[in-house]
């Protein structure tokens, strides 16, 4: 469905059924198998897509619950092969952070701020969209690049 | 994927930056709604992107690889440490991030007590203000200590100056500034004097700025400065803290006032007590105009900090000379806080520990200011159970006993006159007819201090024709056996009944004695609780002491359900011992039952008892319903076999708690015991410096010295030696190793000992081996 699916609708609602499988539902096995899979498929939903950040937001925080269970991973008997999944997957994430971190917010006016709260949900999102990157490379810093001083 | 390190915390560096433009219209001229999430969990407001950011900048400059690229751009600029671009650039952020939500300045003008609270930290709410004194106290602080206060200075210097800088911004620095002096402070570090003036011109000049909020903040930001400046500079906090006082009372702002509360109180907390004595009747009467002015059941109704803060400031205030604050209101207004505060468990926490300073202040001062003290409190401690028990207030009467218990324990020796007529009737009142612990147990101990300190004003008294001590067995009575009453809220009858037994004495008791001892041994049968059991052994135990043939000869002529009294009451005692809490109640207990084996009596030795736990290799975990399937079972013993074990454990216990094993315990209690005459003597006085010379110079060889272990314990003893706390359990467990050992040299001398080591199991008969050649 990520991969066919044309409608936000329909991408978003498979990502809500996603992210309740990744966060509590798949054992190890099962999700280790589908593992390379659906983190491609999420990358078709944010990198190459072309949808609402409200719907990349949401595949993000599937990619974060992802990453989530691949930590656990780690300390079983796939934690090699984890480890060069996990840097590979995340050098092709790397440029699309960047990227979308450096978007600006949707232009207003002076007028415009009058009413905040239309501003606020103008901005929904793109700052869900940040918000998302950060909590993901916040939550996976992994351990090469926060070597403490 | 490092080189994206650097690159990562600029991009998000940059991006938070930019958007601080938005963040000031959005939520500190306007009050946008913040923190918002929408169904699927996703936040999208602009306060939690900051959130975020801040404190991923906050982690990501612990990165190697950003902290050298830093360090690479201040060498390269040339300028110091603290007033490099990069590190003012990330201030100026910082400053602009910490200013305050409208949303938030509206919420606390009408609630300053919300206001108190976040600026002293004491709440979970974290926004991005809170988020910015985490990387500035946290991150920045460990990378660069006190610079970071340095660069924070030189910010505003260079930029908080300027007449377009709007009070925000400068309350957010003083905000900023507070928070890494506080941080400063829980490290001992101190600034320099430089540094310390600066600042304190800075916060001088606000003051008394139209602006509550960056006046409060000056205040507060101003009394820290004195928490981390070095010596010398607390004479010149007197005109700072008489601000602080007039800010306390200033009719015009709560948030002001709220501010003049955490300056005093960190003025009364840091400063020298000779600064601050003579302000002491000026912030009494400041606390009495504050209570004036803001209604502690209406205003201040739901404000817990704001009393807790209140209680803190008058306790400091009262305790910097006793001598003068009952010719002040300081009392009346205590009473004031506590009656309000009665119902709040955390504030009469407070008060109840207020109270006992206080008492133990006017105590160590002698007598006669104590009695001065009970002449001031009696009255209102006898009004608050007035009051208590005429609005069924039953936490003020919780308070109030609990004070009056205080009162009596801290007190002198005896209590003045009045004190047992005054107190008494209440208290004998509630323990007569409440059911509750909250107030049982501190009205128990209040009488069971009073018949101890003023034992013949307490047995002088009496009530409707019956005498003290009449009354007061009724009362254990009750206690003991009233079935309205559970065992938790009896927890404190023992202590009261061992204070009868050893105050009034056979000769008072006379035939109320027996019936005394009896229906405690009588309760003891079905006790359950281990404190309710401990508590009413200790009677037996402290009877034990000092006469244990009468406590056997006693409760064998007792019958209780058809066993005898000895048995019940042995059996209980040896198999709940093990659970016994207290220091003291524990080393008292292993005294008492020392005395009962060597009585040598064969109707103890009749008695069979649980011994130890026979373990059962199932070769499975022990589930639930295994343990159901196959419960526990105990070796059966008889009682004084029981007892050898339970003082072999404790003297374990006592032993291994200063020693890591029993090789170095032996050896230190024989160089005690080499010199035992000289060590009884120096641990009446200070024993530190001498046992540890005991140690050293009698070794005679069993000590060796050139083992790492042996030495890291001599070591460990004299770095205890220092007002360590430790220290005294140390003595008192030294005291306890040396009675248990010279106790069981006497008893292995004695005939029949080797039949009952031979029962011993092989890690106690080690035990004995090791420690009592």
Request: aromatic share 8%; charged share 20%.
């Amino acid at each position: 469905m990520l991969n066919t699916s044309q409608t936000d609708a329909a991408i978003q609602g498979a990502l809500r059924v996603l992210y309740e499988l990744v966060d509590s539902g798949l054992s190890d096995e099962q999700f280790f198998q589908v593992a390379r899979d659906l983190v491609s498929a999420l990358q078709n939903v944010t990198i190459n897509g072309n949808q609402n950040p409200v719907v990349q937001a949401m595949a993000l925080k599937v990619l974060g619950a992802c990453f989530d269970n691949l930590e656990q991973v780690l300390a079983t008997e796939y934690a090699p092969a984890v480890k060069a999944f996990l840097n590979e997957s995340m050098h092709s994430w790397m440029s699309f952070f960047i990227s979308t971190l450096k978007l600006p917010l949707p232009e207003v006016s002076g007028a415009d701020f009058e009413n905040a709260n239309s501003v606020i949900q103008q901005w929904k999102g793109v700052v869900a969209l940040k918000i998302q990157i950060i909590q993901v490379r916040q939550r996976h810093c992994f351990p090469q690049d926060c070597k403490r001083h | 994927m490092t080189p994206h390190v650097f690159e990562l915390f600029q991009v998000i560096w940059e991006d938070i930056s930019n958007l601080s433009p938005a963040f000031t219209q959005l939520f500190v001229e306007r009050d946008g709604e913040g923190k918002l999430v929408d169904a699927d969990g996703l936040s999208y407001t602009l306060d939690a992107l900051a959130i975020e950011a801040i404190d991923f900048l906050s982690s990501i400059l612990k990165a190697k690889a950003v902290r050298t690229e830093l360090n690479k751009q201040t060498q390269q600029s040339g300028s110091e440490q603290h007033a490099t671009a990069w590190l003012q650039e990330l201030l100026r952020v910082m400053v602009l991030y910490s200013r305050i939500p409208r949303e938030e300045e509206e919420m606390w003008q009408i609630d300053a007590n919300i206001y108190l609270s976040e600026t002293t930290s004491q709440t979970a709410n974290y926004t991005p203000r809170t988020a910015c004194a985490e990387l500035v106290t946290q991150t920045l602080m460990e990378w660069f200590n006190k610079t970071t206060v340095h660069a924070l200075v030189q910010f505003y210097v260079n930029s908080l100056t300027a007449q377009s800088t709007t009070w925000k911004e400068r309350e957010a620095y003083f905000y900023l500034l507070n928070q890494s002096m506080k941080e400063l402070r829980s490290l001992d570090v101190l600034l320099e004097p430089e540094t310390i003036n600066l600042i304190q011109q800075q916060t001088s000049a606000y003051l008394g700025d139209a602006n509550d909020f960056l006046k409060g903040g000056a205040h507060i930001t101003l009394s820290s400065s004195f928490t981390v400046a070095p010596q010398g500079f607390s004479k010149a906090a007197v005109g700072p803290l008489d601000s602080a006082i007039a800010a306390f009372v200033d009719p015009e702002s709560a948030i002001v006032n709220a501010c003049g509360l955490i300056a005093v109180t960190q003025y009364l907390e840091v400063l020298p007590s000779s600064v601050t004595v003579s302000r002491q009747s000026s912030i009494i009467a400041a606390i009495g105009n504050y209570l004036g002015q803001h209604d502690l059941q209406d205003e201040l109704e739901d404000s817990d900090d704001i009393k807790s803060a209140l209680i803190i400031m008058l306790r400091d205030a009262m305790l910097l000379d006793t001598s003068k604050i009952l010719d002040t209101t300081a009392m009346d207004l205590f009473f004031n806080l506590a009656s309000d505060g009665a119902s709040n468990f955390m504030v009469s926490d407070l008060l109840g520990e207020t109270f006992e300073l206080l008492v133990q202040a006017f105590s160590d001062r002698g007598p006669d200011a104590y009695i001065k003290l009970c002449e001031k409190v009696i009255p209102s401690l006898s009004g608050a159970f007035h009051v208590g028990s005429i609005n069924e207030e039953s936490k003020l009467t919780d308070l109030a006993a609990e004070l009056v218990s205080e009162l009596a324990e801290f007190g002198s020796d005896p209590l003045p006159e009045g004190f047992v007529s005054v107190l008494m009737p209440p208290l004998q009142t509630i323990l007569m007819q409440s059911t509750d612990g909250s107030v049982l147990r501190p009205a128990t101990t209040a009488v069971s201090h009073m018949l101890n300190k003023g034992t013949s004003q307490y047995l002088a008294w009496h009530h409707d024709g019956k005498s003290s001590v009449e009354l007061t067995l009724t009362i254990i009575d009750r206690l003991i056996s009233s079935p309205e009453i559970d065992e938790s809220a009896a927890d404190e009858v023992g202590s009261l009944a061992s204070s009868v037994v050893d105050k009034c004495g056979p000769e008072v008791l006379g035939s109320y004695l027996s019936a005394l001892l009896r229906a405690v041994a009588v309760r003891l049968a079905t006790a359950e609780r281990i404190p309710f059991i401990q508590s009413l052994l200790m009677v037996f135990a402290s009877l034990a002491i000092k006469a244990p043939s009468d406590v056997v000869n006693f409760l064998q002529d007792i019958h209780i359900n058809g066993t005898s009294g000895l048995s019940v009451v042995m059996t209980k005692w040896l198999e709940n011992s093990v659970h016994f809490a207290g220091f003291d109640e524990i080393r008292l207990n292993c005294i008492a039952l020392s005395k009962i084996y060597s009585l040598h009596d064969s109707r103890v030795a009749a008695i069979t008892v649980k011994g130890d736990l026979v373990v059962v290799e199932t070769g499975r975990i022990k589930t639930r319903s295994q343990a159901r399937l196959n419960p526990d079972t105990y070796t059966q013993v008889p009682a004084t076999l029981k007892i050898l074990k339970l003082l072999i454990d404790e003297l374990k216990n006592a032993a291994t708690s200063q020693f890591t094993d029993l090789a170095s315990a032996r050896a230190a209690a024989e160089a005690l015991d080499d010199s035992d005459a000289d060590s009884l003597a120096s641990n009446d006085g200070d024993a530190e410096g001498d046992d540890w010379e005991d140690l050293a110079t009698t070794g005679d060889g069993s000590l060796d010295l050139s083992s790492a272990k042996v030495r890291n314990e001599l070591m460990g003893l004299v770095g205890d030696g220092f007002g360590s706390s430790n220290n005294v359990d140390r003595i008192r467990d030294d005291e306890s190793v040396e009675y248990l050992i010279n106790w069981f040299k006497e008893e292995a001398g004695k005939q029949g000992f080797s039949d009952m080591f031979a029962q011993l199991k092989p890690e106690e008969q080690k035990v004995l081996q090791d420690l009592v050649k």
